[in-house]
């Protein structure tokens, strides 16, 4: 059964911009080395994924949980009974494991779509979305593909052919969730990871060397 969007505008766009904050992750880690980027991104993570284990099992954090970012939670990230990461646990799962198996460039990339076009995709859709294919919409998903042309086409020594695929896969994985059997794949993961796998496969291509 498809999921209902319970959330607001005012609190999508609140949603969207601690989503966007995320940007400071492929930024900082432009001009830094992979080994300082593990160094801060590890325990970032482990505190985050710790967080999200307690919410589960520990009552008093499961209350300052709830009452804390209740309206800004997804409807299936409301079910208590249910347990289950939050976005930005997944945001920093993709975080690390762009850093740890994929070439710099190409995780810059990646990680930039997921905060720039997803962030924009579910503004624009929520805003203006009136062409609805399951929960997405026409007008969200062509926000994320032309902003991720923009994307990849400022990311300094990117191949943009490279990028542009990279932006259609993108644009895919966040319009046709990705399920394995009854499991939806966050797509705070399945957008960076699906790109960056596709990204990293072209250049290994002659055509793109």
């Not at 494991?97 to 929520?126: C, N, Q, R, Y």
């Not at 542009?164 to 319009?175: N, P």
Request: charged letters at 15%.
């Amino acid at each position: 059964m498809e999921e209902i969007d319970r959330l607001e505008l005012r609190y999508e766009v609140a949603r969207k911009a601690i989503h966007l904050s995320s940007l400071s992750i492929p930024v900082i880690y432009w001009f830094i080395s992979r080994e300082l980027a593990l160094l801060l991104l590890i325990p970032l993570f482990s505190g985050f994924f710790l967080i999200d284990l307690l919410k589960n099992f520990f009552t008093p954090v499961s209350v300052w949980y709830h009452k804390t970012f209740d309206s800004m939670l997804r409807t299936h990230e409301l079910k208590r009974e249910k347990k289950h990461l939050n976005g930005a646990t997944y945001i920093m799962m993709a975080a690390l494991l762009l850093v740890l198996f994929f070439p710099k460039i190409i995780a810059v990339t990646a990680f930039s779509l997921v905060a720039i076009s997803d962030t924009l995709a579910a503004i624009i859709g929520k805003s203006f979305g009136k062409h609805r294919f399951g929960q997405k919409s026409v007008e969200g998903s062509a926000a994320f593909f032309f902003s991720a042309l923009v994307v990849v086409s400022i990311v300094p020594g990117l191949n943009f052919f490279i990028g542009l695929i990279m932006a259609v896969t993108a644009t895919l994985t966040e319009a046709f969730m990705v399920r394995v059997g009854e499991f939806k794949i966050d797509d705070n993961l399945s957008i960076p990871l699906s790109s960056a796998v596709v990204g990293t496969l072209c250049t290994l291509l002659p055509i793109f060397r």
